[in-house]
């Protein structure tokens, strides 16, 4: 798909991403709690991205892939996303959770035999954008944590800067966590370590998952985007429960890459009532008319635009 035409004062993104994470998937269709279907939500992501215009041209998953890292579980992750991909002219960046198991991973997403105590770390070329998926998993844990090689790692790779930065993903976001405390236990561990190695390189934006629900941060300057859930999410705000899982508010990011910025956008997965709005064919109709006419139309307050209609042809 072509770039739209701006219709504002800044250019297109140069890249287009869609940050998914969470999506818990279980084998044979179960459900998790015997309430919500995992699959059913992955699907409406899918369905999402579909309509994204442009496509994004990589979907980025941080973590938990597999509630239980069942091998069945990682051939349907990659029946339902993989040909969803293709369609888009997206290639897929996989990402180590704590609920994923490395053997299991390798040899169901890449056809690899794994050691249990290598981390599955990856590196990716979108477009001359560097992604970058680090595994922050514990075996045995649900906390994160980054060892002293894959630090080495992260900085031998970024010692070389990309054509147009690097995006780093990894499941535990190093960020706090002031509407979760609950999860403080499981955050990933000596988060300062990690923000030496990313001071002063080409990092430009840091995605996350692993909280179930949207929340964004800095480390070491960077900005750090934190996807909800495409399977069940965490209440921020409950009331009287320590913790709260809840089956609604499910989303994923659109992640819109700039020459001098990232904009991270937060796409709802369930439907709502339109309330007001025009069709899609009147694009073509805006995108015709001049900055000043598009300006008259839509900016001032009395234009048929803003009345609820449109006189265009």
């Given at each position: 798909?072509?770039?739209?035409?701006?219709?504002?004062?800044?250019?297109?993104?140069?890249?287009?991403?869609?940050?998914?994470?969470?999506?818990?998937?279980?084998?044979?269709?179960?459900?998790?709690?015997?309430?919500?279907?995992?699959?059913?939500?992955?699907?409406?992501?899918?369905?999402?991205?579909?309509?994204?215009?442009?496509?994004?041209?990589?979907?980025?998953?941080?973590?938990?892939?597999?509630?239980?890292?069942?091998?069945?579980?990682?051939?349907?992750?990659?029946?339902?996303?993989?040909?969803?991909?293709?369609?888009?002219?997206?290639?897929?960046?996989?990402?180590?959770?704590?609920?994923?198991?490395?053997?299991?991973?390798?040899?169901?997403?890449?056809?690899?035999?794994?050691?249990?105590?290598?981390?599955?770390?990856?590196?990716?070329?979108?477009?001359?954008?560097?992604?970058?998926?680090?595994?922050?998993?514990?075996?045995g844990y649900h906390h994160g944590e980054i060892t002293p090689a894959q630090l080495v790692w992260l900085a031998e790779e970024l010692a070389v800067p990309a054509p147009h930065g690097t995006v780093l993903a990894m499941h535990h976001p190093p960020i706090p966590l002031p509407m979760l405390r609950a999860a403080e236990t499981i955050e990933l561990a000596?988060?300062?370590?990690?923000?030496?190695?990313?001071?002063?390189?080409?990092?430009?934006?840091?995605?996350?998952?692993?909280?179930?629900?949207?929340?964004?941060?800095?480390?070491?300057?960077?900005?750090?985007?934190?996807?909800?859930?495409?399977?069940?999410?965490?209440?921020?705000?409950?009331?009287?429960?320590?913790?709260?899982?809840?089956?609604?508010?499910?989303?994923?990011?659109?992640?819109?890459?700039?020459?001098?910025?990232?904009?991270?956008?937060?796409?709802?997965?369930?439907?709502?009532?339109?309330?007001?709005?025009?069709?899609?064919?009147?694009?073509?109709?805006?995108?015709?008319?001049?900055?000043?006419?598009?300006?008259?139309?839509?900016?001032?307050?009395d234009s048929p635009f803003n009345a609820g209609t449109l006189p265009l042809h």
């Amino acid at each position: 798909m072509t770039s739209p035409v701006p219709l504002g004062q800044h250019p297109p993104a140069t890249h287009v991403l869609a940050h998914l994470s969470d999506p818990h998937l279980l084998a044979g269709g179960a459900l998790q709690y015997g309430v919500v279907d995992p699959e059913a939500g992955l699907l409406l992501a899918l369905e999402r991205l579909r309509r994204m215009h442009p496509a994004p041209r990589a979907l980025v998953f941080t973590g938990d892939l597999a509630d239980r890292a069942e091998p069945a579980a990682y051939r349907r992750l990659r029946e339902l996303v993989e040909p969803a991909a293709a369609e888009m002219g997206a290639e897929v960046v996989w990402v180590m959770g704590n609920h994923d198991e490395r053997a299991a991973y390798a040899l169901g997403l890449f056809g690899e035999d794994a050691d249990p105590d290598a981390p599955q770390d990856r590196v990716h070329d979108v477009d001359g954008l560097r992604v970058i998926a680090l595994d922050t998993s514990v075996p045995g844990y649900h906390h994160g944590e980054i060892t002293p090689a894959q630090l080495v790692w992260l900085a031998e790779e970024l010692a070389v800067p990309a054509p147009h930065g690097t995006v780093l993903a990894m499941h535990h976001p190093p960020i706090p966590l002031p509407m979760l405390r609950a999860a403080e236990t499981i955050e990933l561990a000596d988060q300062h370590l990690l923000a030496d190695v990313l001071a002063g390189s080409d990092v430009r934006a840091v995605l996350g998952g692993h909280y179930h629900y949207s929340s964004h941060s800095t480390v070491a300057g960077i900005p750090v985007s934190v996807a909800s859930a495409t399977c069940y999410t965490t209440d921020p705000a409950p009331l009287a429960r320590f913790v709260s899982g809840v089956d609604g508010h499910q989303g994923l990011n659109a992640v819109h890459v700039y020459a001098d910025r990232v904009v991270h956008t937060v796409v709802p997965l369930s439907a709502a009532p339109e309330v007001s709005g025009f069709p899609a064919d009147v694009t073509a109709q805006v995108e015709a008319l001049t900055p000043e006419e598009r300006r008259e139309l839509i900016s001032r307050k009395d234009s048929p635009f803003n009345a609820g209609t449109l006189p265009l042809h």
